[in-house]
């Protein structure tokens, strides 16, 4: 994975100037073509090889319509001074991401695309857009592109969610998202069940097949590990809300026990999909299979604001809430204007079950409603205190 932000050049320095004098005399004929920086989506130039130029924060977009076949294209280059990536688009008011590919490692993290990674429809407008992948870089870039070749191989079968392959719980599948395309997915981080440094599935721009399996409510194992490349998993119900990612649970293979992600997932049919981190596909060893805590301490705890006792209350009443990790927390109360009139929690609370008394000696009769707040999710409940 790509953690560490890191500027390398492609060119390596040898010995001689041979290399040095190649690099300078191609250098010199792009100096008459180069054209002022195309930023804007709408006036993309024509795509052609080139060397190109982008500030920091800046995109360089570049026109293209399909003709059925695949296009081999690269900015690896001694001439290429920055760490570049790609992203396909079909339009540019949605920005619909088809594919991206960040830069490769082998050559100073500078980004290509094969010709059997995606097929450019015949008749359809593409956007290629090219721009630096860590903010306060630009530089140059040299694209170098090859003739239209043999388009890729069709997507898997399961290529789809609609298209799920079933899978039985206690058993393997053997797969690949080798020629998959990608779905753009929401951000899966933020919910309460993501585990892992990072999911490439919540950002859309990794090619996923889909499989599906039947849950009986409870703890189930969904793992990747022992796959051949980086891979990501990210779980959903039948509505297609997600419901738990990873990416890197077992070195750099994916897996998800649902109890230790604090989650139990629900009965029904459960929709798993199988990605890759950035661009990256291959095969792949999935595995499901039913599992039992290990102890109380893996137990699913749900974040949830439980009702005020008593309620109606004088002049004092206890909250309860569990919290489904170990977090940053805020428990607030408002008077029916939605003015705050106390804070109870503002802090760290513990993983489980928690109570709070809320002593309100020194307000009026009235409707009051509590608020709990932890890592982006939020309950609240109304309580009514009569003097």
């Not at 390398?8 to 300078?24: F, K, N, P």
């Not at 015949?122 to 070749?149: K, M, Q, R, S, W």
């Not at 206690?170 to 309460?192: E, I, K, M, R, Y």
């Not at 008593?310 to 170990?326: G, K, L, V, Y």
Request: charged residues 15%; proline residues 4%.
């Amino acid at each position: 994975m790509k953690k560490t932000i890191i500027l390398v050049l492609c060119s390596t320095v040898v010995a001689g100037t041979a290399m040095a004098d190649e690099a300078a005399r191609r250098k010199a004929s792009y100096d008459d073509a180069f054209t002022p920086r195309t930023t804007d989506c709408n006036n993309a130039t024509a795509l052609a090889g080139g060397l190109y130029t982008v500030a920091d924060g800046e995109t360089w977009f570049f026109s293209y319509t399909g003709n059925g076949l695949g296009l081999d294209l690269q900015t690896c280059s001694d001439l290429t001074d920055f760490d570049t990536d790609m992203s396909i688009i079909d339009n540019c008011t949605d920005l619909n991401e088809l594919y991206y590919r960040d830069g490769a490692s082998g050559c100073g993290w500078a980004t290509y695309l094969e010709c059997d990674e995606f097929l450019f429809e015949d008749g359809v407008d593409y956007i290629i857009a090219i721009y630096p992948y860590n903010l306060g870089t630009g530089g140059t870039f040299e694209l170098t592109i090859g003739d239209p070749c043999d388009p890729p191989a069709g997507p898997p079968a399961n290529d789809n969610m609609m298209d799920a392959e079933m899978v039985t719980v206690g058993t393997c599948v053997d797969g690949s998202t080798d020629g998959a395309t990608q779905d753009n997915f929401p951000p899966l981080f933020q919910h309460a069940c993501y585990t892992g440094f990072y999911s490439a599935t919540s950002t859309g721009n990794a090619p996923d097949v889909w499989y599906s399996f039947m849950s009986d409510g409870g703890c189930y194992s969904v793992s990747l590990c022992g796959s051949d490349y980086d891979t990501s998993l990210a779980l959903f119900d039948a509505t297609g809300a997600p419901l738990a990612s990873d990416d890197d649970e077992c070195s750099l293979q994916s897996e998800i026990v649902s109890y230790s992600a604090g989650c139990w997932l629900p009965a029904g049919m459960i929709y798993v999909a199988v990605d890759g981190y950035s661009s990256n596909t291959g095969d792949f060893t999935l595995c499901i299979d039913a599992c039992t805590p290990s102890d109380a301490n893996d137990l699913p705890v749900a974040f949830e604001l439980g009702q005020a006792f008593p309620n109606p209350f004088n002049p004092s009443t206890t909250i309860e809430f569990s919290m489904n990790e170990t977090a940053s927390a805020s428990l607030k109360v408002f008077n029916m204007a939605g003015q705050e009139v106390a804070t109870l929690i503002d802090g760290t609370v513990e993983r489980g079950e928690n109570s709070v008394v809320f002593d309100a000696s020194g307000l009026t009769s009235g409707v009051y409603f509590y608020s709990l707040e932890a890592n982006g999710l939020s309950q609240t409940r109304k309580m009514v205190l009569l003097k």
